[in-house]
């Protein structure tokens, strides 16, 4: 979970629970879009993975819908059609690709050849990093 507004842990579980329930319970035939507090609800799923995120009334839907799948396919090229397993095990990863396509909840970055070139070079320098500290041991 990505939080771009200020709020407390306890008002995070609270909403994350509440919105969780909210999408589960919803039927595949419904719309992906629900108003929920002063916000809408967009949500996305694929296979066993549901990705939410929450906008302000007045954006525009089917641009988080977007984004969502533009985050998607860009796990997928970075994990090779990523599951559950990938996101729970690489978790700091699924972040970092996120925070290369949004920056403070707005749309960074829709080039995925600039996404994945910036996430090789991150990879990059992590390889070296860690093959030069075990050098010196």
Not at 17 to 30: I, T
Not at 65 to 91: A, Q
Request: charge should be negative.
């Amino acid at each position: 979970m990505k939080w771009y507004v200020p709020t407390t842990v306890q008002d995070q579980q609270r909403d994350a629970k509440e919105v969780s329930n909210l999408v589960l319970k919803r039927g595949q035939k419904l719309c992906n879009i629900l108003e929920w507090r002063e916000q809408k609800i967009v949500y996305r799923r694929y296979a066993s993975l549901y990705f939410v995120c929450s906008i302000d009334r007045d954006d525009n839907e089917l641009i988080a819908l977007e984004t969502i799948h533009l985050y998607v396919e860009m796990l997928d090229r970075y994990f090779g059609n990523v599951c559950e397993l990938d996101v729970i095990f690489n978790f700091h990863k699924a972040q970092y690709i996120l925070d290369e396509v949004l920056m403070a909840g707005e749309l960074q970055e829709s080039s995925k050849r600039a996404v994945l070139r910036a996430i090789s070079a991150e990879d990059e320098l992590m390889e070296e990093k860690s093959s030069s500290s075990s050098r010196r041991r």
